[in-house]
């Protein structure tokens, strides 16, 4: 993934496995924080990061024509800022990754999957709370 220095806007190239660690910018030696927004993944980014991250990851399988999911998106950005560095949030667009969307069973959207190394410990559909979600996260790091 590339993310930008929050000091010198810098492209940064960042092994998945670290996303959740706070590291350093290659060109200024300033800080990068761990990742606290949403990341929209296509099939690629999604495999390498759920197969390689250091900590859960939520998965959000959404739409833009989905009301719920339009409301979901305020509680996913709480959630990222809350669990950074404990957790990831990635955002699954269903209507461009129908493969990852067959491969997770989502029949309605909203669709929430947390997965600890690459495997599936909770889903859930409909519209669900921030509060809720960190739950699932915490839970799934203490397991």
Request: a positive charge.
């Amino acid at each position: 993934m590339i993310r930008a220095c929050p000091h010198c806007r810098k492209q940064n190239r960042i092994p998945a496995k670290h996303l959740a660690a706070v590291g350093k910018c290659g060109a200024c030696q300033g800080v990068l924080p761990a990742t606290d927004t949403p990341i929209a993944v296509d099939a690629g980014q999604f495999h390498d990061i759920v197969t390689n991250a250091k900590v859960p990851v939520l998965v959000d399988f959404w739409a833009a024509w989905c009301g719920p999911c339009r409301m979901a998106a305020p509680e996913l950005v709480k959630v990222a800022a809350a669990m950074a560095g404990r957790a990831l949030v990635l955002k699954v667009n269903t209507e461009e990754q129908q493969g990852l969307a067959r491969e997770y069973n989502v029949t309605s959207i909203p669709y929430f999957v947390v997965l600890v190394g690459g495997r599936p410990v909770k889903q859930q559909a409909g519209l669900v709370p921030a509060a809720e979600m960190q739950r699932w996260l915490t839970a799934a790091s203490a397991a």
